[in-house]
């Protein structure tokens, strides 16, 4: 705290200007974004996208200061989820909401003032006192327990280093002057992740992390109309010029709904984050992070929970299961970052601890039984087992992951790996023969040099051969951006 305050006396010793919110305020407007120049960008009225430098032009601190609240244990039901549907323009360059878009900024964080603006937002940082919950939403009973055997698991040959090159920058997937307009379309201004799965034959879904629809200033999710997650579904399958986006989950028109709630307070829940998804027949099946707090030591974070949420009506309404949860421990428990890869008759769950500094594990669960955590085996010393639970697996990837993908590669009958490795400050993908390795080497696919705050990497299902097509995230734009790259 003492820092964020430092830096805002020096921000007005050398001439910003400073504004204080109260927690909950308004930001104000964000700055606006470049004269357009016609026909540069996806569309005849929008400049090509561009990357933002380094240092922020409209720079936020959050002061934290402690509070304490009541948090009622079972927690109460949330409200009941609003959905709606709407018939949007084939061309994602038509305003279908001009009165709801047109006043709000798209997105850049240039600034339309000569002095800049330091924006300074009390945040709390909240002491629980439990207390009986009301009201809470129905639990469904726990399945029933089952007792996994011991089964042999040997290693496979460790494969050869993936040889990458030819890697691209193919589009803007989100934000302001994307291919997609999700600005103007869904109101989201500013996102990230954008994990993708084969959510029925000849669709994709996409997941992304917290999503920002006003007023958006990075780096990182600032601004308002804050939500948890988001969730678009595509049919494109021209992934050369990117990947366009058919709709969104909404709750009104051209607003993205959230999908998985969050208490939204911060050292208790201050969000709820998607980690992977796939599809088992109708069911989707989403894994997700439970987050505590994001305060903790630079990079960082420490969790609740990690779980597993379903839909059965096709990603419109999403139920967390409470009995499909890896509670945090100590905060060192595993598989709080995971993803879930179903391949033959089981479900590979690849996880991490929370942070960005772990190793991987694995465990499986047949198809038929995810959410029953006593059916899930881990991989421990060349055997699948239950014996232990998740603190017995082993690793199969030394750390330092994060923001784990995973996908079995029909084509080439290979199992490939991508995370943000922070030793190499890169994106790098590892492959296998077998879900428990040995994993070949990381080859990095793009690194800090060209996206100096990148991370995520999470690949399209739909990669064919050796062209791999992959999303990443930039902190300092806010926004996913669709990758390519040449995979020997």
Not at 400 to 409: D, K, P, Q
Request: hydrophobic share 35%.
């Amino acid at each position: 705290m003492s820092k964020q305050l430092v830096a805002a006396v020096a921000a007005v010793l050398i001439g910003a200007s400073v504004v204080v919110f109260s927690d909950g305020a308004d930001a104000g407007a964000a700055p606006n974004a470049p004269a357009p120049v016609a026909g540069t960008g996806p569309c005849s009225t929008e400049p090509a996208p561009t990357h933002e430098g380094l240092a922020p032009k409209t720079p936020e601190f959050s002061v934290p200061y402690p509070a304490i609240t009541v948090v009622p244990n079972p927690p109460p039901a949330p409200p009941a989820p609003v959905r709606t549907t709407q018939k949007l323009p084939d061309n994602p360059c038509s305003d279908p909401c001009p009165d709801l878009t047109d006043e709000q900024p798209s997105g850049g964080s240039g600034s339309s003032s000569v002095l800049p603006k330091l924006i300074i937002r009390p945040q709390p940082f909240y002491f629980g006192i439990p207390v009986p919950g009301q009201n809470p939403a129905p639990t469904p009973p726990k399945p029933q327990a089952v007792n996994p055997p011991i089964e042999p698991a040997p290693v496979s040959a460790k494969h050869a280093t993936p040889n990458v090159s030819n890697v691209t920058e193919v589009s803007k997937q989100t934000g302001a002057h994307s291919i997609n307009r999700t600005d103007k379309r869904w109101q989201v201004q500013g996102t990230d992740l954008g994990i993708m799965w084969e959510s029925a034959p000849g669709e994709i879904a996409t997941a992304f992390g917290d999503t920002i629809g006003k007023n958006l200033h990075p780096p990182g999710g600032m601004g308002d109309d804050w939500r948890s997650n988001v969730l678009a579904f595509s049919t494109d399958k021209n992934l050369a010029d990117g990947t366009t986006y058919d709709s969104m989950v909404q709750d009104s028109r051209c607003h993205a709904a959230e999908l998985l709630s969050s208490q939204k307070l911060d050292n208790i829940e201050i969000t709820t984050i998607p980690t992977s998804g796939f599809a088992i027949g109708k069911r989707q099946y989403m894994s997700y992070m439970s987050i505590r707090t994001w305060n903790s030591v630079p990079g960082t974070w420490f969790t609740n929970y990690g779980g597993i949420a379903y839909s059965d009506d096709h990603g419109q309404t999403w139920t967390k299961d409470p009995n499909a949860k890896w509670d945090n421990i100590f905060g060192l428990a595993n598989f709080q970052v995971t993803a879930m890869v179903p391949q033959g008759d089981y479900v590979y769950m690849f996880g991490t601890r929370n942070t960005r500094l772990g190793d991987i594990g694995l465990a499986r669960v047949p198809k038929d039984k995810v959410l029953n955590k006593t059916a899930y085996q881990y991989w421990a010393n060349g055997s699948w087992t239950a014996v232990g639970g998740e603190g017995s697996a082993s690793p199969i990837v030394p750390g330092t992951a994060a923001e784990l993908s995973v996908r079995y590669n029909a084509d080439r009958k290979v199992w490939q790996m991508s995370y943000l490795d922070t030793t190499k400050a890169a994106i790098v993908l590892r492959e296998s023969d077998s879900p428990q390795g040995v994993w070949s080497e990381g080859a990095p696919l793009v690194g800090v040099d060209k996206y100096p705050e990148l991370y995520g990497g999470f690949m399209h299902p739909w990669s064919t051969g050796d062209d791999l097509y992959f999303n990443i995230s930039t902190w300092s734009d806010y926004n996913v951006y669709q990758m390519h790259a040449k995979v020997n």
